[in-house]
């Protein structure tokens, strides 16, 4: 099912430009040369800042290493990984503001960091922890600067803005100052900014951040459906599970810039993570059930199993006709714990 | 046409963003006023002193102080509020959002933020400038009014070029507000002739830190002053200086590149 880890070496480098696939990256087909960057460093104290204004010391960093993958029209990949893993430097290689120093890289038969205005025109990037709204004038005058420099026709963006009005419910937010803004409705705003030019390919780096369970929902159904009427393609870079699950049927993921995972989500869930946890609250304190599974943790009156996936019916249904139970859920481990068994392996 | 467009789009904005802070147009007026008028009082003390100044009559500088503070306008309303920006947004990371456009990067990094009020300076330059003119009796004929526009628009390009490069620094040192700060009190001194300086200063007004040929050459256009040496050298340092600064924005863009991951 799933793609293997690692994949092997591409013999398919001539598909550059085939109606196939939408994204091909690979910065760096023979490892030995993985791109790098400097960066500037300096050890902390006062001295050392001091000694920086005369000389700067600086290292090379490789962000990316074993990353290869292509990605076809109207596909959503989820990128995952801890911070650091180099997700961010990939989205950015994709959307041309890193220069790869080895391999190729295409998205929509251009090279990303030509920066073609074609390419430029039918791309966005929408980073859930910098904003592009200006803070103190009302939001449809920044639209309306992504209108001037996108060069939309009025017609265009008039329907543009309705179809978004009518997925995000923008209408109210429209008029004012985006300062004024939750940060819900920035990001709702944000988003709706960063669209009114009809991309194909969205690069999205953490969306939701920081948005509230409700506000989370509502920008993933938006993101769902704007790839289901436009066919856009999409990466999508997450620290929130629930992003993936609802988006992504496809995951990469990467660590140290190396990839550790390229496949399908199901595969990645019961690969990496065949349990699930169930959490039981009982009218009884200090309950003993071991029986049932491993217990986790038992605080009070409340006690986490992990059981089998396979299992979780079955358990599920003793549990609530032994024991007095208040309340039972059931969960899949949390990002975090699935993508550690990835890298344990 | 397109450019024109996105020039009055971010015009519009500057003026929308002033009217969030209304009091700030007063603010500015009153300064502008105070400033103008230390600077008439500063040129009355000197020439009540002595009649020439380096060569200038007291009419000359006043049209020379109309100069200084027209481009002091630009460079305040355009310039230096962009490339504070675009400092900011390097070293924030915001400035991906504008390399993602399909426009020019250079060109939106420069009129990114407009201060709008400081249009005050440009206009009471302009008045200061036609009201010395007015007061000499009009003597410029069309060789010295186009000449002039020639020297003004080279000097601007200059001033700009040059702010451009400093600016782009940031794409290798990330915080450098201070240079900037050290051009802005540069600047100060082109409110007299730079003829008027020890020679060493002057070489540095002139090449080091290009005030001369944003102020004081196009002041010397119209009082009759300009030499074809420094209207060939202006138009010759104004290509130079346009060339050089794309140059090194593409270098920059390609170290902002490379650092930003």
Same mark, same amino acid.
Request: overall charge neutral; hydrophobic content about 45%.
């Given at each position: 099912?799933?793609?293997?880890?690692?994949?092997?070496?591409?013999?398919?480098?001539?598909?550059?430009?085939?109606?196939?696939?939408?994204?091909?990256?690979?910065?760096?087909?023979?490892?030995?040369?993985?791109?790098?960057?400097?960066?500037?460093?300096?050890?902390?104290?006062?001295?050392?800042?001091?000694?920086?204004?005369?000389?700067?010391?600086?290292?090379?960093?490789?962000?990316?290493?074993?990353?290869?993958?292509?990605?076809?029209?109207?596909?959503?990949?989820?990128?995952?990984?801890?911070?650091?893993?180099?997700?961010?430097?990939?989205?950015?290689?994709?959307?041309?503001?890193?220069?790869?120093?080895?391999?190729?890289?295409?998205?929509?038969?251009?090279?990303?960091?030509?920066?073609?205005?074609?390419?430029?025109?039918?791309?966005?990037?929408?980073?859930?922890?910098?904003?592009?709204?200006?803070?103190?004038?009302?939001?449809?005058?920044?639209?309306?600067?992504?209108?001037?420099?996108?060069?939309?026709?009025?017609?265009?963006?008039?329907?543009?803005?309705?179809?978004?009005?009518?997925?995000?419910?923008?209408?109210?937010? @429209?008029? $004012?100052? *985006?300062?004024?803004?939750?940060? &819900? %409705?920035?990001?709702?705003?944000?988003?709706?900014?960063? #669209?009114?030019?009809?991309?194909?390919?969205?690069?999205?780096?953490?969306?939701?951040?920081?948005?509230?369970?409700?506000?989370?929902?509502?920008?993933?159904?938006?993101?769902?459906?704007?790839?289901?009427?436009?066919?856009?393609?999409?990466?999508?870079?997450?620290?929130?599970?629930?992003?993936?699950?609802? @988006?992504? $049927?496809? *995951?990469?993921?990467?660590?140290? &810039? %190396?990839?550790?995972?390229?496949?399908?989500?199901?595969? #990645?869930?019961?690969?990496?993570?065949?349990?699930?946890?169930?959490?039981?609250?009982?009218?009884?304190?200090?309950?003993?059930?071991?029986?049932?599974?491993?217990?986790?943790?038992?605080?009070?009156?409340?006690?986490?199993?992990?059981?089998?996936?396979?299992?979780?019916?079955?358990?599920?249904?003793?549990? @609530?006709?032994?024991?007095?139970?208040?309340?039972?859920?059931? %969960?899949?481990?949390?990002?975090?714990?699935?993508?550690?068994?990835?890298?344990?392996? | 046409?397109?450019?024109?467009?996105?020039?009055?789009?971010?015009?519009?904005?500057?003026?929308?963003?002033?009217?969030?802070?209304?009091?700030?147009?007063?603010?500015?007026?009153?300064?502008?006023?105070?400033?103008?008028?230390?600077?008439?009082?500063?040129?009355?003390?000197?020439?009540?002193?002595?009649?020439?100044?380096?060569?200038?009559?007291?009419?000359?500088?006043?049209?020379?102080?109309?100069?200084?503070?027209?481009?002091?306008?630009?460079?305040?309303?355009?310039?230096?509020?962009?490339?504070?920006?675009?400092?900011?947004?390097?070293?924030?990371?915001?400035?991906?959002?504008?390399?993602?456009?399909?426009?020019?990067?250079?060109?939106?990094?420069?009129?990114?933020?407009?201060?709008?009020?400081?249009?005050?300076?440009?206009?009471?330059?302009?008045?200061?400038?036609?009201?010395?003119?007015?007061?000499?009796?009009?003597?410029?004929?069309?060789?010295?009014?186009?000449?002039?526009?020639?020297?003004?628009?080279?000097?601007?390009?200059?001033?700009?070029?040059?702010?451009?490069?400093?600016?782009?620094?940031?794409?290798?040192?990330?915080?450098?507000?201070?240079?900037?700060?050290?051009?802005?009190?540069?600047?100060?001194?082109?409110?007299?002739?730079?003829?008027?300086?020890?020679?060493?200063?002057?070489?540095?007004?002139?090449?080091?830190?290009?005030?001369?040929?944003?102020?004081?050459?196009?002041?010397?256009?119209?009082?009759?002053?300009?030499?074809?040496?420094?209207?060939?050298?202006?138009?010759?340092?104004?290509?130079?200086?346009?060339?050089?600064?794309?140059?090194?924005?593409?270098?920059?863009?390609?170290?902002?590149?490379?650092?930003?991951?």
């Amino acid at each position: 099912m799933g793609h293997p880890i690692l994949p092997p070496s591409t013999p398919h480098s001539q598909k550059l430009t085939s109606p196939q696939t939408h994204i091909t990256f690979r910065p760096c087909p023979t490892p030995p040369t993985s791109p790098s960057y400097e960066v500037p460093q300096r050890e902390p104290g006062l001295g050392a800042a001091i000694k920086s204004l005369v000389s700067r010391t600086t290292r090379d960093v490789e962000a990316v290493k074993n990353i290869t993958f292509d990605v076809a029209p109207g596909e959503i990949v989820g990128f995952l990984g801890p911070n650091g893993a180099g997700k961010t430097t990939t989205l950015k290689m994709l959307s041309g503001l890193l220069h790869p120093t080895a391999g190729e890289i295409s998205v929509i038969g251009h090279t990303p960091y030509a920066r073609h205005k074609d390419f430029l025109n039918r791309i966005t990037l929408v980073m859930g922890q910098r904003n592009q709204l200006m803070w103190d004038i009302p939001v449809a005058d920044s639209f309306e600067r992504n209108r001037a420099i996108y060069r939309i026709s009025h017609g265009e963006y008039n329907k543009t803005l309705d179809e978004l009005n009518a997925l995000l419910d923008l209408s109210d937010l @429209l008029s $004012k100052p *985006v300062r004024n803004l939750s940060l &819900g %409705e920035r990001m709702k705003c944000e988003i709706a900014a960063a #669209l009114l030019h009809r991309p194909q390919v969205l690069f999205l780096d953490e969306p939701t951040i920081g948005l509230d369970v409700t506000m989370q929902r509502r920008i993933r159904a938006f993101l769902g459906e704007y790839n289901r009427r436009h066919s856009a393609t999409v990466l999508l870079t997450s620290h929130y599970m629930a992003d993936v699950e609802a @988006l992504c $049927k496809r *995951v990469i993921i990467i660590h140290h &810039g %190396e990839l550790l995972f390229d496949g399908d989500l199901n595969t #990645l869930i019961e690969r990496f993570s065949p349990h699930k946890t169930i959490v039981v609250d009982l009218e009884v304190e200090r309950a003993d059930l071991s029986a049932y599974g491993d217990v986790v943790t038992a605080e009070g009156n409340s006690v986490t199993l992990r059981v089998p996936k396979t299992k979780t019916a079955d358990v599920t249904g003793k549990l @609530l006709a032994n024991l007095p139970v208040i309340d039972l859920t059931v %969960e899949d481990p949390p990002i975090e714990e699935v993508i550690e068994q990835v890298f344990s392996n | 046409m397109y450019y024109l467009k996105l020039i009055w789009i971010f015009f519009r904005i500057g003026l929308l963003n002033e009217m969030a802070y209304r009091v700030n147009f007063y603010v500015q007026l009153l300064q502008s006023l105070l400033s103008l008028g230390t600077a008439i009082a500063g040129l009355a003390i000197v020439f009540s002193h002595t009649d020439t100044l380096g060569g200038w009559e007291a009419i000359d500088i006043l049209a020379l102080l109309g100069v200084f503070m027209f481009v002091g306008g630009v460079i305040g309303m355009v310039i230096s509020p962009s490339m504070s920006q675009l400092m900011d947004d390097v070293r924030l990371g915001i400035f991906d959002y504008t390399l993602t456009k399909p426009c020019d990067a250079q060109f939106l990094a420069s009129i990114s933020q407009i201060r709008l009020w400081r249009i005050i300076d440009i206009l009471l330059g302009a008045g200061v400038l036609i009201a010395a003119l007015i007061y000499r009796g009009l003597d410029i004929g069309p060789r010295e009014a186009l000449a002039f526009a020639f020297v003004l628009c080279t000097g601007g390009s200059i001033i700009y070029s040059f702010w451009l490069m400093l600016a782009t620094l940031t794409f290798w040192f990330l915080r450098i507000e201070n240079i900037l700060h050290i051009f802005q009190s540069m600047y100060e001194a082109g409110r007299w002739p730079i003829g008027i300086y020890p020679h060493w200063l002057r070489y540095i007004l002139t090449f080091l830190v290009p005030v001369a040929f944003a102020i004081t050459v196009p002041a010397e256009a119209l009082s009759g002053r300009l030499t074809p040496d420094s209207l060939i050298t202006s138009g010759l340092l104004c290509v130079f200086l346009v060339v050089i600064s794309r140059w090194f924005w593409k270098r920059g863009l390609k170290n902002y590149s490379g650092a930003s991951a």
